[in-house]
Nanobody
């Protein structure tokens, strides 16, 4: 059974940092693009960052310069380091996996975690 489990969410103040991790199991994800999405209350799920199997990274405009995505293929994990957090970053963050090389569309992702809450207070 394929599972993706996020960890590392929490509450921080503006300007703080959090590190989200996602552990995948049930199959090897070394050839998958791994991504992070987020969803705030009343809003659509939006792309945050992704990393291809070869290590090419993609970021949303809001994440660029503040967030860093990385992966460890040996452990089937993907990490999102989030710095200089803002209240607008408050959301449930999800990790996901897709066989497509580069995509920012949630519909392209085949596997999803259950999400982890990130709350940034002013």
């Amino acid at each position: 059974q394929v599972q993706m489990v996020e960890s590392g969410g929490g509450s921080v103040q503006t300007g703080g940092s959090l590190r989200l991790s996602c552990a995948a199991s049930g199959r090897s994800f070394s050839r998958y693009t791994l991504g992070w999405f987020r969803q705030a209350p009343g809003k659509d799920r939006e792309f945050v960052a992704a990393i291809s199997a070869s290590g090419i990274t993609y970021y949303s405009d809001s994440a660029k310069g503040r967030f860093t995505i990385s992966r460890d293929n040996a452990k089937d994990t993907v990490t999102l380091q989030m710095n200089t957090l803002k209240p607008a970053d408050t959301a449930v963050y999800y990790c996901a996996a897709t066989k497509e090389v580069s995509t920012m569309s949630p519909q392209s992702y085949d596997y999803w975690g259950q999400g982890t809450q990130v709350t940034v207070s002013s």
